[in-house]
């Protein structure tokens, strides 16, 4: 396939040559939360045809973007993950997620699930409050029958790592759906309400429970201009 260039002196454009093809940002997306099989996009990206997705797959690679990598043993499989100068796009992805909530509110494809690495970055990565964090700590997230950890660190402004899996000890336990999660921070729903109907469950000791709501601004979730709720 022919690369297409803006062939324009100019930051944005250039960066745009790189990343502005169909499906490049949503490759980023799911690649922000941990390395993936070639399988494990696939699936995270239904409408996607195969030759599509190998081709951008190579334009990222080319481009230092991403990377192939090996998993050792027993795993031993190749994986795709996000150079250095890939993870540089998660502000620019945390940036566009914040600008279109809003429009998850509008008619048209609204229907479904979200995938489950949209509602981990968009969900909880993009609104995380570095300045809120008080102690180090790892919290459990189960999201549509999987299961990861968000481990915070306080210090120097605070810092999150999502990976999958289940952490040892966890100070608390979050259990809810990616469009729950996602409808929260809409603010189409309201946690007491989401709580009360069983669409939002977080469990632990008092003061966790508080610092994870805290850090991750569940109390203060945007409002949509549009004020109305996701389609079902």
Known sequence: MTKRTFQQYCPIARALDVVGERWSLLIVRE?????????????????????????????????????????????????????????????????????????????????????????????????FRPEAVEADERYELRLAGTTWTAAVHGGHGGGLELRPGAPDAPAATLETTPAALLDLRLGTIDLPTAEEDGRFRLQGAPDAVLRFRRTFSLDTATTSSAGRPRPR
Not at 97 to 120: F, H, N, S
């Open 31 to 127: 690649l922000l939360v941990g390395p993936k099989r070639y399988t494990d996009l696939r699936q995270a990206l239904p409408g996607m045809w195969t030759n599509l997705l190998a081709d951008r797959l190579r334009q990222l690679e080319a481009a230092g973007v991403i990377r192939r990598a090996e998993l050792p043993p027993p795993a031993a499989r190749t994986v795709y993950e996000l150079t250095e100068r890939g993870r540089e796009l998660q502000g620019v992805l945390f940036a566009l997620a914040r600008w279109g909530l809003p429009l998850l509110t509008e008619d048209g494809d609204g229907d479904g699930e979200p995938p489950v690495a949209t509602a981990v970055v968009v969900g909880l990565r993009a609104f």
